[in-house]
Nanobody
């Protein structure tokens, strides 16, 4: 499974961004997909995940501001980020779990200026 993310960038506090990630390769269906982020000097942390059935899980810090969605037919997952805060600044990584193995995209930088 290969994951290609896009959509990061620089935005002012209070603004919005949308991240997208497409999975490619040889696979039947991916159960879990989602996003993690890693700020400088910190560990990689969960942002949001979504199962193939549409069940979502969000980090407390993003609940009510971020929305995760996926298109199972296209094997894509998206993250709509609203009301962005400077503390959301991080590298965002697309994630997928398939047959018990974790896969990661390269990461896309999100920078929120105050």
């Amino acid at each position: 499974v290969q994951l290609q993310a896009s959509g990061g960038g620089l935005v002012q506090a209070g603004g919005s961004l949308r991240l997208s990630c497409a999975a490619s390769g040889r696979f039947f269906s991916i159960n879990d997909m989602g996003w993690y982020h890693q700020a400088p000097g910190k560990q990689r942390e969960l942002v949001a995940t979504i199962t193939i059935g549409g069940r979502t899980n969000y980090a407390d810090l993003v609940k009510g501001r971020f929305t995760i969605s996926r298109d199972n037919a296209k094997s894509t997952v998206s993250l709509t980020m609203n009301s962005l805060k400077p503390e959301d600044t991080a590298v965002y990584y697309c994630y997928a779990r398939y047959r018990g193995m974790d896969y990661w995209g390269r990461g896309t930088q999100v920078t929120v200026s105050s």
